[in-house]
């Protein structure tokens, strides 16, 4: 079994969704993360806050500096993860498929380093 | 001894079946690709004394499948991966070749994966079962050949990593899949036309491939037959001065009998089954081409009427354009001039190239010579660009 990290990829400063398709939105991803406990491939998923709650940890001479905001701004951000099993990438990609039409967002699937 | 063995001609004809099997036994392209080539070596030192074995493709297996166990043994202190690999297939383990489905089938699948870049699909296609150089396909597609190399690398390294699988889709997604092999084969194909002819052969090649492996596709038969059709018009399509010629104004006594003869069985074996597709419609429509024993002759209702077909499965600015040219046959000039003018195609010099026949058909000379200027420049070939610059010289000709 691999790993793979589903990215929902959101774009910065988007309208969002009014409540009613929010809600359904939120529904849809409930039924996701169903589906895929139930297969046995969840492992771990959750939405992010957005950019503006992040701050930045960065070595610099033996000390740490904090910053506040996100490491680089762009024109999308990381909106949330999901973290699952599967056996190859076209079943990683089934799952992505499943997560895109149910976040209305693309996904960005990766694959982990394996581990030995 | 006798006759020295064509080491190259085994090359060319085993190295995919033989890289397609040391896949599976391998479970990675890089090493098979290695072992697969550590046998030919071998090969080029003892055939000349021993002579080419009875089963050239079943010697290069096993002996790379043997190259790559002592590999992997000696590699074993420093890799854990090869370790495991050298553990798990222990040198009994015989790489038989699948009784129901060929490797290759999978390797042209992992090959042609969607999530591989276009330009990677065509190049691993040709690399892994063509067998052709780095520098072969970099030299077809006009790229350097560190470009392209690194592109090959950068794409097994993803199939390794991201975990491609190496076998058929299932059933449920082998539609949409096998339509992404067919078009990495078409699109090889179509470079050759304007391009390196080498190309053509190797689309063709891959076409009889799947149809081998695919009997049971329709598609997959289309397709040959489309690529076989087009193939024999070669000798007819360029003059002795390498300027094109159109089909009208071709020598059809030039033309490849053989070629069309199996391609127009595969066509007739298409109708037969009743499942047609846009390949085999447009094989369809070479095949009534290439029926015609002059220009003249062209069954042009028969055309248009595959056209009208091709429509209703393909409804693509480019099918209209075509099928434009048979309403010029079979309704006048007129009537294919007002389907091309409401056409959104405004770099593509076929449009241009049709735009200027029909309106020198019209007797608009100085619109057409315009029209085929503008062809001209944006055509790929230079062939092409010749012929277009002729018709609008002759054009220039007929006005003074």
């Given at each position: 079994m691999k790993h793979y990290l589903l990215s929902v990829v959101q774009p910065t400063g988007g309208q969002p969704p009014a409540p009613d398709a929010l809600a359904e939105i939120m529904r849809n991803v409930e039924a996701?993360?169903?589906?895929?406990?139930?297969?046995?491939?969840?492992?771990?998923?959750?939405?992010?806050?957005?950019?503006?709650?992040?701050?930045?940890?960065?070595?610099?001479?033996?000390?740490?500096?904090?910053?506040?905001?996100?490491?680089?701004?762009?024109?999308?951000?990381?909106?949330?993860?999901?973290?699952?099993?599967?056996?190859?990438?076209?079943e990683a990609l089934e799952w992505g498929r499943k997560a895109a039409l149910a976040t209305t967002l693309p996904i960005e699937v990766r694959p982990f380093v394996d581990r030995h | 001894m006798g006759e020295a063995p064509d080491i190259e001609a085994v090359?060319?004809?085993?190295?995919?079946?033989?890289?397609?099997?040391?896949?599976?036994?391998?479970?990675?392209i890089g090493l098979a690709e290695e072992a697969v080539q550590d046998a030919f070596a071998t090969a080029v030192r003892t055939w000349p004394e021993t002579g080419i074995p009875p089963s050239p493709a079943g010697w290069i297996i096993t002996t790379a499948r043997n190259r790559a166990v002592d590999r992997l043994r000696r590699e074993s202190s420093r890799d854990a991966r090869h370790a495991e690999a050298a553990r798990l297939y222990a040198p009994d383990a015989a790489p038989e070749e699948s009784p129901v489905r060929d490797d290759r089938l999978r390797l042209i699948f992992t090959c042609c994966h969607p999530a591989l870049a276009l330009q990677s699909r065509v190049a691993l296609t040709l690399r892994l079962l063509g067998g052709l150089n780095t520098s072969q396909i970099?030299?077809?597609?006009?790229?350097?050949?560190?470009?392209?190399?690194?592109?090959?690398?950068r794409a097994k390294a993803k199939i390794r990593d991201a975990g491609i699988?190496?076998?058929v889709p299932r059933d449920a997604d082998l539609p949409d899949r096998l339509g992404g092999v067919l078009a990495v084969v078409y699109l090889i194909f179509n470079e050759g036309y304007t391009g390196d002819p080498a190309l053509c052969t190797e689309a063709v090649r891959l076409g009889r491939l799947l149809a081998e492996l695919m009997p049971d596709?329709?598609?997959v038969t289309?397709?040959?037959?489309?690529?076989?059709?087009?193939?024999?018009r070669r000798p007819a399509r360029q003059d002795a001065d390498g300027v094109l010629v159109p089909l009208p104004e071709q020598d059809r006594a030039l033309w490849d009998r053989s070629l069309i003869a199996e391609g127009q069985g595969l066509v007739r074996r298409c109708l037969r089954r009743d499942r047609p597709g846009p390949y085999q419609i447009q094989a369809a429509i070479n095949a009534v081409h290439s029926?015609?024993?002059?220009?003249?002759?062209?069954?042009w209702g028969q055309i248009l009427r595959l056209y009208d077909?091709?429509?209703?499965?393909?409804?693509?600015?480019?099918?209209?354009?075509?099928?434009?040219?048979?309403?010029?046959?079979?309704?006048?000039?007129?009537?294919?001039?007002?389907?091309?003018?409401?056409l959104d195609l405004p770099r593509y010099h076929v449009l241009h190239a049709i735009r200027a026949d029909l309106l020198r058909r019209l007797d608009r000379p100085a619109e057409a010579a315009g029209e085929y200027a503008r062809a001209a420049e944006l055509a790929e070939s230079a062939a092409e660009r010749a012929y277009l610059d002729r018709c609008r010289r002759d054009l220039d000709h007929r006005t003074t």
């Open positions: 996701f993360n169903d589906e895929l406990r139930a297969a046995g491939a969840w492992v771990f998923a959750g939405g992010l806050h957005g950019p503006e709650t992040a701050t930045v940890l960065r070595p610099q001479d033996g000390d740490v500096l904090i910053t506040d905001g996100p490491y680089a701004e762009g024109k999308e951000y990381l909106g949330g993860l999901c973290l699952i099993r599967a056996a190859d990438l076209d | 090359f060319r004809a085993e190295y995919g079946r033989a890289v397609s099997v040391l896949v599976r036994f391998l479970g990675d970099a030299r077809a597609f006009l790229v350097p050949e560190p470009t392209l190399a690194q592109r090959l690398v699988p190496y076998r596709e329709p598609e289309g397709l040959l037959a489309l690529m076989l059709l087009i193939e024999a029926d015609a024993p002059t220009a003249a002759a062209t069954d077909q091709l429509t209703a499965l393909a409804p693509t600015p480019v099918v209209a354009l075509n099928r434009a040219v048979a309403v010029a046959e079979v309704a006048g000039p007129a009537k294919a001039l007002d389907l091309v003018d409401s």
